[in-house]
């Protein structure tokens, strides 16, 4: 599998990556980056560092520093100022630099070296993959597989709007624009995320894991952790990203899904940005979006400890 990441990092996509990155069988042939948790000027670095603990090279190219239409949005309440949840033992910066070619460039570039080859997992607002398909309408054709973490199914968001989530609110317009470019695209909602958490006995025994893998994701992990861990009603540790990477390095750990017209709403006081699913197929518009309802838990667990070395 090829893959390109498109990511915020931001304390659950640098565990994505990670996923990734020890996935046997995948090449990740890029990461793409994009303002969000953090903005971009703090999102490359971060990523760069996720590639040193792990011992990768794989090219980083800067992306969108701002959304289509600015907004200002951040997550640094979640994932630090830093966004990489402020961990006092942070590994020092990376000596590495991006790559000069910006990220859009990248992604048209290398669909057409590889076309019908890469999978494109986004796991942040949905900018360079918008202006990558507005640059080039063919771009989307030529990807193998789109997944995306976003979007709510039921109207049960985590941001600022009552029904959106993160990642949409960041950039509606692009998360418009994308979801119309795409013919199909695999969606990993807030709710499903929700859904699915790592209970705190697995989460403890991951933060456990005495590599260099397993320290780095406890250290990222504590802001947050120590955060939701004392909230009444949460199980477990909820970890977006990294899950929906794991569909997308293994299609049998999604056990349901359905296929149904999903676009955005842009305009509404309270709805803006709410992904909109055309549940009763009323819209008589072709279905874009294979939204995933269950996930096997185990098999995730499974994964994120191969990856972390335990
Ligand atoms: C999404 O928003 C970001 O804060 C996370 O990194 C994830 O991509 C969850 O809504
Ligand atoms: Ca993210």
Do not use: C
């Not at 969000?36 to 090279?57: R, S």
């Not at 494109?120 to 640059?135: H, Q």
């Amino acid at each position: 599998m090829r893959l390109i990441i498109d990511t915020d990092a931001g304390v659950d996509d640098a565990q994505a990556i990670m996923l990734a990155l020890r996935h046997p069988g995948v090449t990740v042939e890029a990461i793409t980056t994009v303002t969000g948790n953090v903005h971009l000027d703090k999102v490359v670095p971060n990523v760069l560092t996720v590639l040193d603990v792990m011992g990768a090279t794989i090219p980083v190219y800067r992306g969108a520093a701002q959304p289509l239409m600015p907004n200002g949005l951040h997550a640094e309440e979640v994932h630090g100022g830093d966004g990489l949840g402020d961990w006092p033992d942070r590994p020092a910066p990376s000596a590495r630099q991006p790559e000069r070619e910006h990220a859009v460039d990248a992604l048209l570039r290398l669909t057409r070296q590889y076309p019908g080859e890469l999978t494109i997992v986004a796991l942040a607002p949905l900018t360079n993959l918008a202006l990558a398909a507005r640059l080039d309408p063919h771009f989307p054709l030529r990807v193998k597989e789109f997944i995306f973490m976003g979007g709510t199914i039921a109207g049960q968001g985590n941001a600022t709007n009552p029904t959106a989530e993160f990642n949409i609110l960041g950039d509606p317009e692009a998360a418009y624009i994308t979801l119309e470019s795409f013919p199909l695209a695999t969606m990993l909602s807030w709710e499903t995320t929700l859904h699915h958490p790592l209970n705190w006995e697995r989460y403890d025994a991951l933060a456990a894991i005495p590599t260099p893998e397993g320290r780095f994701f406890k250290g990222i992990s504590g802001r947050i952790v120590s955060l939701i861990r004392g909230m009444s009603g949460r199980l477990g540790y909820l970890l977006p990203d990294p899950l929906a990477m794991a569909l997308a390095l293994d299609r049998l750990l999604i056990l349901e899904e359905e296929r149904r017209h999903v676009t955005v709403a842009l305009v509404g006081e309270h709805t803006r940005a709410q992904t909109v699913v055309d549940y009763r197929f009323r819209a008589q518009s072709t279905p874009n979006v294979d939204i995933v309802t269950r996930v096997d838990v185990n098999g995730f667990y499974q994964l994120l400890r191969h990856a972390l070395g335990g």
